[in-house]
């Protein structure tokens, strides 16, 4: 079993719907979570960071983590085809290495 | 500001060729990483340096990748001899620094296509 756990998609929305991307983890030491972007044939960028417990909020994107059940979340309102590309959730237990998930493929329809 | 540099963005080899790959950082990060990226994964480090010191290589396969970071800037990963299973994308990100909440900043990458 993997570290982190995510559902490779592809999701696929009408734009504007709010969009909800999800992650689980196994390894409770765990303190940082991030969630990436990567468009096709280019690197990741991160979109969102958080410490530890929840919520954070920037534009139309809000990321929640719930560290009693493992679990990770990145919210996009009022999605865009823009926005389409593939999420990476990636966490660390405080040194310096990432671990990422597998990514999810969403894809905002027109 | 230029962000991280990779090149070649793409390169095809035959099996049992050597291949390199280099990466020049944002200029003042201090720390460097090389990833690898299977088709539908996420990126996998391979190794991090802190300036010139290889400071995590525990995942580079040492029998046929070794990478370098001379003079702490720019870095050189190398595969020799390339296996099949060796196609991928080669990340590279650089961070300011290595904290955990250090954003890491991560190049186009290299497609490598073993054949």
């Known amino acids: 079993q993997k570290e982190v756990e995510q559902d490779p998609g592809p999701l696929s929305v009408p734009e504007g719907a709010i969009v909800s991307l999800n992650c689980t983890y196994s390894?409770?030491?765990?303190?940082?979570f991030m969630w990436y972007r990567q468009y096709s044939r280019k690197g990741p960028e991160l979109l969102m960071y958080t410490y530890s417990s929840g919520n954070k909020e920037d534009g139309r994107f809000t990321a929640q983590v719930d560290k009693s059940s493992k679990y990770i979340s990145l919210f996009i309102r009022d999605s865009q085809p823009s926005d389409s590309a593939t999420y990476l959730c990636a966490m660390s237990a405080g040194g310096n290495k990432l671990v990422f998930g597998a990514g999810t493929i969403l894809r905002v329809k027109s | 500001e230029a962000g991280v540099v990779q090149s070649p963005r793409y390169k095809i080899i035959e099996k049992k060729q050597p291949v390199a790959f280099w990466c020049n950082p944002i200029s003042g990060h201090n720390t460097l990483y090389w990833y690898l990226q299977n088709l539908g994964q996420g990126p996998e480090l391979l190794i991090r340096?802190?300036?010139?010191?290889?400071?995590?290589d525990s995942q580079l396969p040492k029998d046929r990748f070794s990478a370098e970071r001379l003079k702490g800037v720019d870095s050189t990963l190398k595969i020799q001899p390339a296996e099949l299973g060796d196609s991928a994308v080669y990340l590279c990100?650089?961070?300011?620094?290595?904290?955990?909440?250090?954003?890491?900043?991560f190049g186009p990458g290299t497609r490598l296509t073993v054949l």
């Open positions: 390894n409770s030491a765990f303190q940082y």
């Open positions: 340096y802190e300036n010139e010191e290889a400071v995590d």
């Open positions: 990100a650089s961070s300011l620094e290595g904290g955990a909440a250090d954003t890491q900043y």
